[in-house]
């Protein structure tokens, strides 16, 4: 059923308002939180980014990748390598540089990649990802002295008199940049573009014969998607202080498909609820049983298969639809 | 020459204990399009089970070797029984199910054996060496280059000439059609899965010689099946076998001629491969 103009129109202002709640809430959060808390909530929205551009072209375009962390680690590496060997921290220069180098590695991964279908597609594409890990374990271009990785990488400089980073403000930029990939990615998603690769997702061979140029979206959204993760990747370095191979390998990799899948892949907030479910059960399992968490964590991949499937994220709106019918507040 | 010769036989051993890791993975994945990314924790399994019962019990190597296997299999079985068969066809969950089990495995294991990565070992019978081209070379190496080509022969017997093997690639192409002709689809695939996870733990205690029990294998043996099954292409014993090789000699003779490259080389073989032919050297069209 196509929705009238007004029905439109209602929706767009309904987006626009629980996007500003969702902002508000999270703008006002640091205030009720130790700087422990704080450093953990901006490693929740890194995550929830890298999450959420890794959705893109798994849960829309429906391309199982597997080396998705070799554009996060491009752009970390890009701004920890500006600081140690040019010692430039500038930010203005380092987030951009970061952002272009993380675009045209994906743009030259895609060429590779998309040569191949299914299940091979998920293989090229971790085979990528591990060579820019071998590469970087390898050369000691990329460690500091005596190190696996770049270490010692402050805040960046924001050239802002009198205003230095600490570890508050730097969550407000990071929510500020995780605010802004909302707004993109989501008019992106709800655009005839983002339509297409859902089409595509469904049924390639279909929209090929309605006229697609099927191998430009999936390519578009491959590197679009590149581009999101070098974002997260640059913010993550910064906020880590530190940038080592794994971070483009394929244990980086896993996190943002595991994230998708565990939130409700293909849905646009799911990721974002999959980031927030794995982040704090990875800290308080990491406090409580610091020798067990892999297993709690590794219970929880099980856990979310076996009783909720389409992710956690689909299945609280559900409970949470579920009850408000109960209780006959909204039409849900 | 001798450095020719020596580090090809490195390079075949090596390769060997590849094919037997990548073969079963491969096998699972083609025939029956389960994404199984646990292999690699299953393999350890098997070599620290083979450990336990080989080097702390002192019991035979061949003992450890069968229990090794048997341990795997079964760890195997039970994942494929209680879990992955609710999940034919669905990928996505198969990846986070079975990457699920890479940490519940190898946490199992840390807490079992504890984190000290065990020492190579061997059956008695194997240790020392003896004279190749003037140059002494281990026997334990040109074992596993036997006991994998046997292996390797074997396994191909079972894929193409048996009644086991038509099913296998029956339901490959045409899994409906296989049912609907009277074929017990579903227990020949827990048949498969487990003799594919035997393999796996048989491989963990022949190949414990060149990778010792250790936590980390859980990945590192993930990565090094997932990159044969690429260059040998998905679904066959042929292919894991060339896959195998050809990774194990290409790496040997990268880390000797270009050691601080170590690793890079697989990667750009497969690249390579990658580009020339996207399904792999022998792999099946998809």
Same mark, same amino acid.
């Given at each position: %059923?196509?929705?009238?103009?007004?029905?439109?129109?209602?929706?767009?202002?309904?987006?626009?308002?629980?996007?500003? =709640? %969702?902002?508000?809430?999270?703008?006002?959060?640091?205030?009720?939180?130790?700087?422990?808390?704080?450093?953990?909530?901006?490693?929740?929205?890194?995550?929830?980014?890298?999450?959420?551009?890794?959705?893109?072209?798994?849960?829309?375009?429906?391309?199982?990748?597997?080396?998705?962390?070799?554009?996060?680690?491009?752009?970390?590496?890009? =701004?920890?390598?500006?600081?140690?060997?040019?010692?430039?921290?500038?930010?203005?220069?380092?987030?951009?540089?970061?952002?272009? #180098?993380?675009?045209?590695?994906?743009?030259?991964?895609?060429?590779?990649?998309?040569?191949?279908?299914?299940?091979?597609?998920?293989?090229?594409?971790?085979?990528?990802?591990? %060579?820019?890990?071998?590469?970087?374990?390898?050369?000691?271009?990329?460690?500091?002295?005596?190190?696996?990785?770049?270490?010692?990488?402050?805040?960046?400089?924001?050239?802002?008199?009198?205003?230095?980073?600490?570890?508050?403000?730097?969550?407000?930029?990071?929510?500020?940049?995780?605010?802004?990939?909302?707004?993109?990615?989501?008019?992106?998603?709800?655009?005839?573009?983002?339509?297409?690769?859902?089409?595509?997702?469904?049924?390639?061979?279909? %929209?090929?014969?309605?006229?697609?140029?099927?191998?430009?979206?999936?390519?578009?959204?491959?590197?679009?998607?590149?581009?999101?993760?070098?974002?997260?990747?640059?913010?993550?370095?910064?906020?880590?202080?530190? #940038?080592?191979?794994?971070?483009?390998?394929?244990?980086?990799?896993?996190?943002?498909?595991?994230?998708?899948?565990?939130?409700?892949?293909?849905?646009?907030?799911?990721?974002?609820?999959?980031?927030?479910?794995?982040?704090?059960?990875?800290?308080?399992?990491?406090?409580?049983?610091?020798?067990?968490?892999?297993?709690?964590?590794?219970?929880?991949?099980?856990?979310?298969?076996?009783?909720?499937?389409?992710?956690?994220?689909?299945?609280?709106?559900?409970?949470?639809?579920? =009850?408000?019918?109960?209780?006959?507040?909204?039409?849900? | 020459?001798?450095?020719?010769?020596?580090?090809?036989?490195?390079? +075949?051993?090596?390769?060997?204990?590849?094919?037997?890791?990548?073969?079963?993975?491969?096998?699972?994945?083609?025939?029956?399009?389960?994404?199984?990314?646990?292999?690699?924790?299953?393999?350890?399994?098997?070599?620290?089970?083979?450990?336990?019962?080989?080097?702390?019990?002192?019991?035979?190597?061949?003992?450890?070797?069968? !229990?090794?296997?048997?341990?795997?299999?079964?760890?195997?079985?039970?994942?494929?029984?209680?879990?992955?068969?609710? +999940?034919?066809?669905?990928?996505?969950?198969?990846?986070?199910?079975?990457?699920?089990?890479?940490?519940?495995?190898?946490?199992?294991?840390?807490?079992?054996?504890?984190?000290?990565?065990?020492?190579?070992?061997?059956?008695?019978?194997?240790?020392?060496?003896?004279? @190749? /081209?003037?140059?002494?070379?281990?026997?334990?190496?040109?074992? @596993?280059?036997?006991?994998?080509?046997?292996?390797?022969?074997?396994?191909?017997?079972?894929?193409?000439?048996?009644?086991?093997?038509? @099913?296998?690639?029956?339901?490959?192409?045409?899994?409906?059609?296989?049912?609907?002709?009277?074929?017990?689809?579903?227990?020949?695939?827990?048949? @498969?899965?487990?003799?594919?996870?035997?393999?796996?733990?048989?491989?963990?205690? /022949?190949?414990?010689?060149? +990778?010792?029990?250790?936590?980390?294998?859980? /990945?590192?043996?993930?990565?090094?099946?997932?990159?044969?099954?690429?260059?040998?292409?998905?679904?066959?014993?042929?292919? !894991?076998?060339?896959?195998?090789?050809?990774?194990?000699?290409?790496?040997?003779?990268?880390?000797?001629?270009?050691?601080?490259?170590?690793?890079?080389?697989?990667? +750009?073989?497969?690249?390579?491969?990658?580009?020339?032919?996207?399904?792999?050297? /022998?792999?099946?069209?998809?």
């Amino acid at each position: %059923m196509e929705p009238t103009k007004n029905e439109t129109e209602k929706g767009l202002v309904t987006a626009i308002a629980s996007y500003a =709640v %969702m902002a508000l809430i999270l703008a006002a959060l640091p205030l009720f939180f130790s700087t422990y808390g704080q450093g953990l909530m901006t490693r929740f929205l890194i995550f929830a980014l890298f999450a959420m551009s890794y959705n893109i072209v798994f849960g829309y375009a429906g391309l199982l990748s597997l080396g998705h962390a070799a554009f996060f680690g491009a752009g970390g590496y890009t =701004v920890a390598i500006l600081k140690f060997h040019y010692n430039i921290d500038l930010f203005w220069i380092t987030a951009p540089l970061g952002i272009l #180098v993380a675009t045209v590695i994906a743009a030259l991964f895609g060429i590779i990649a998309l040569r191949a279908y299914g299940i091979y597609f998920l293989l090229v594409t971790f085979a990528l990802g591990q %060579m820019l890990y071998s590469l970087t374990w390898n050369v000691k271009w990329f460690s500091s002295p005596g190190m696996q990785g770049i270490t010692g990488i402050p805040l960046p400089d924001l050239a802002i008199p009198g205003f230095d980073l600490n570890t508050t403000r730097f969550y407000y930029v990071v929510l500020i940049f995780f605010l802004a990939s909302v707004i993109l990615l989501h008019r992106l998603v709800r655009s005839p573009y983002g339509l297409a690769l859902v089409g595509i997702r469904e049924d390639e061979s279909r %929209m090929e014969a309605v006229g697609y140029d099927t191998w430009l979206y999936k390519y578009t959204a491959f590197v679009i998607s590149g581009l999101f993760a070098g974002v997260a990747g640059i913010l993550f370095t910064y906020y880590n202080f530190f #940038v080592s191979p794994n971070h483009l390998g394929i244990v980086t990799s896993f996190l943002p498909m595991v994230m998708a899948i565990m939130g409700g892949l293909g849905t646009f907030l799911g990721p974002v609820v999959g980031a927030a479910v794995f982040i704090f059960v990875e800290n308080f399992a990491s406090i409580f049983a610091p020798q067990r968490w892999p297993l709690i964590l590794g219970g929880l991949f099980v856990l979310t298969i076996l009783f909720a499937r389409e992710g956690i994220g689909v299945y609280l709106w559900r409970l949470w639809k579920g =009850v408000s019918y109960r209780f006959g507040s909204s039409k849900g | 020459m001798d450095w020719f010769v020596i580090n090809l036989l490195n390079g +075949l051993s090596y390769g060997m204990v590849l094919f037997l890791i990548a073969s079963g993975m491969s096998i699972v994945l083609g025939a029956m399009g389960i994404t199984n990314l646990a292999h690699g924790a299953i393999y350890m399994v098997g070599a620290y089970v083979g450990w336990t019962v080989a080097m702390h019990w002192k019991a035979t190597f061949g003992l450890g070797l069968l !229990a090794g296997g048997l341990a795997a299999g079964l760890v195997g079985m039970a994942i494929e029984r209680g879990l992955l068969r609710r +999940l034919y066809k669905q990928p996505n969950e198969q990846v986070l199910l079975t990457f699920g089990f890479v940490y519940i495995i190898t946490n199992l294991c840390l807490w079992i054996w504890g984190g000290w990565p065990r020492m190579p070992f061997t059956a008695e019978f194997l240790r020392g060496s003896f004279e @190749i /081209l003037g140059k002494t070379y281990p026997k334990a190496r040109v074992a @596993i280059i036997l006991v994998g080509l046997i292996l390797a022969i074997g396994l191909w017997w079972l894929q193409d000439k048996t009644r086991m093997g038509a @099913i296998v690639r029956a339901g490959m192409d045409d899994k409906e059609t296989t049912m609907v002709l009277g074929i017990n689809l579903d227990r020949a695939f827990t048949v @498969i899965f487990f003799i594919s996870s035997f393999i796996a733990g048989a491989a963990g205690v /022949l190949g414990a010689q060149l +990778l010792g029990p250790r936590t980390s294998l859980g /990945l590192e043996v993930l990565l090094l099946a997932l990159i044969v099954i690429i260059v040998g292409g998905v679904g066959s014993i042929q292919g !894991a076998l060339l896959g195998g090789i050809l990774i194990g000699v290409i790496d040997t003779f990268g880390r000797a001629v270009f050691p601080q490259l170590a690793m890079f080389t697989m990667y +750009l073989t497969m690249i390579v491969v990658l580009i020339v032919r996207p399904t792999g050297l /022998l792999g099946r069209k998809v």
